[in-house]
């Protein structure tokens, strides 16, 4: 089987350009819409239904499988040799590979218009030869191939010990400077924002978020198969990494924005710390389809993606489709973006003279990290590509507390963690108080808002730390 993300080539190649800034005077409120889409993105999913592949709909129940029957055993009461992945109730072998369930179809397939591309997976070669036949002109075939993670650990001695319940700190820690103690004296708490947090998931039921419903999307290891549908359950974070950055941005007790509306999608497993772009477009189409629910479709949001490319193509990873899924992350930070979405991203830990991806786009505001005295953290990447600088603010990130799991008693851990995937959550954190503030504001307002308040910080001999400390003022 192979997958792609079929993506418009007119939408891939357009330039990047200036999001919605706003509307007629006296309309200022932005309705977020399904309507922000290329006209040619229909044209593949009619094109791969004529060709026999399955549409798997979002959110979409768990289909049977055209064309099987029930197994049935054979003569002398042995059972019949299942067709390997051909019925989703096959059961794999232990320690077999993980690999899709598939049907008798030619392929499945996902359309996600709020993002302008669909996702495809043929299971023989005649039927993507077919495919590309019917569409290549029209659509560039983005092999999903490139892994992406949440940024590599930090050195040793950056995180702090584990904490049993919130009594070991009895106060929120974030400083005076950083204007959250203001902001929440004044109210201003984050009400009415929605922040979605692309990551490993989160522990609904730890006391930083037990007291809100979250709400809470799966994403699969085959999002976009009618064999595998992504799932809405009650939140669960098997790492701890998901729900360490929610309680950061979120947390009821330390968050810095703690009254938001939570949208946690979990697109990274804790086993591997790896996801795909499929994985990723899934659940940032997820994310778009709940900011655009009517109720919801004038409401402000920010987005928090922890996670990235590798620097360099992974081993036996062209360099052509290392840039092709490059191109189409940063498609579809550009829909956020014309979507009203500010999407707040993790610079990376690899230090200085290191630039990732998405961080390096355009579209992102990319965070590095800073500790509690303002001393920039070694392991924050920093760098540029052309004229663009990584990053563009600074967060705290340097033994942050938040967060992180239950054991089985239901006891609730807290943890210090060190890395710019904690620093992007407060700087999101930010941007949802400025946004509870000034709901009128687009999503490039705040984020223009977020440069020109910075506390400017002094010269680092290595480091490069954009326009300084993001704070609330």
């Not at 598939?102 to 499945?108: H, I, K, N, Q, V």
């Not at 037990?210 to 009618?226: E, M």
């Not at 940063?330 to 290191?354: C, F």
């Not at 006891?411 to 946004?435: D, H, K, W």
Request: aromatic share 6%; with cysteine; glycine share 10%.
């Amino acid at each position: 089987m192979k997958s792609f993300l079929l993506v418009p080539k007119e939408s891939i190649e357009t330039q990047a350009r200036p999001g919605v800034r706003g509307t007629a005077q006296g309309e200022r409120v932005l309705v977020r819409s399904t309507a922000l889409r290329f006209s040619g993105a229909q044209k593949a999913p009619d094109a791969l239904t004529a060709l026999g592949l399955r549409s798997a709909t979002l959110p979409g129940m768990k289909p049977a499988i055209s064309g099987q029957e029930p197994k049935r055993r054979g003569r002398g009461g042995k059972k019949s040799a299942p067709t390997r992945g051909a019925d989703s109730s096959t059961v794999p072998m232990p320690g077999a590979a993980v690999t899709e369930q598939t049907g008798s179809e030619a392929g499945s397939y996902r359309y996600m218009p709020l993002i302008g591309a669909t996702m495809a997976h043929f299971y023989s070669v005649d039927a993507e030869k077919a495919a590309r036949g019917e569409l290549a002109e029209d659509f560039e075939f983005i092999p999903d191939v490139v892994p992406l993670s949440f940024p590599g650990p930090v050195s040793a001695g950056q995180t702090g010990p584990r904490n049993r319940g919130m009594s070991s700190l009895a106060q929120r820690e974030w400083p005076d400077e950083s204007g959250v103690p203001l902001a929440h004296a004044q109210g201003i708490r984050g009400a009415g924002v929605m922040l979605g947090i692309l990551d490993t998931g989160v522990d609904a039921d730890h006391p930083e978020h037990a007291s809100k419903t979250i709400q809470f999307r799966y994403v699969s290891l085959f999002p976009n198969s009618p064999h595998n549908p992504a799932r809405d359950v009650r939140g669960f974070d098997p790492d701890g990494h998901g729900t360490h950055v929610c309680g950061i941005a979120a947390g009821v007790h330390h968050g810095v924005a703690p009254e938001v509306d939570l949208y946690a999608a979990s697109v990274i497993e804790s086993e591997t710390i790896r996801t795909s772009l499929g994985r990723v477009a899934a659940g940032m189409e997820w994310l778009l389809h709940q900011f655009s629910a009517p109720e919801n479709a004038s409401r402000p949001a920010v987005v928090n993606l922890s996670l990235g490319f590798p620097l360099q193509p992974p081993p036996g990873i062209s360099e052509a489709d290392y840039l092709l899924n490059q191109r189409a992350l940063q498609t579809m930070l550009r829909r956020l973006l014309d979507s009203n979405v500010l999407p707040v991203v993790a610079a990376g830990n690899s230090g200085p003279n290191t630039v990732g991806y998405p961080a390096a786009f355009p579209e992102a505001l990319a965070v590095g990290a800073v500790d509690f005295e303002r001393t920039v953290a070694t392991f924050s990447a920093s760098g540029a590509v052309g004229r663009r600088v990584v990053p563009d603010v600074m967060g705290y990130g340097v033994n942050v507390y938040s967060s992180t799991e239950r054991r089985c008693n239901n006891q609730a851990f807290y943890e210090r963690m060190s890395g710019t995937s904690m620093a992007a959550p407060y700087v999101a954190g930010i941007a949802a108080l400025y946004r509870c503030r000034a709901p009128d504001l687009t999503a490039l307002d705040v984020r223009d808002l977020i440069l020109a308040n910075a506390i400017k910080l002094p010269r680092s001999a290595s480091h490069r730390t954009g326009k300084g400390l993001a704070v609330f003022r």
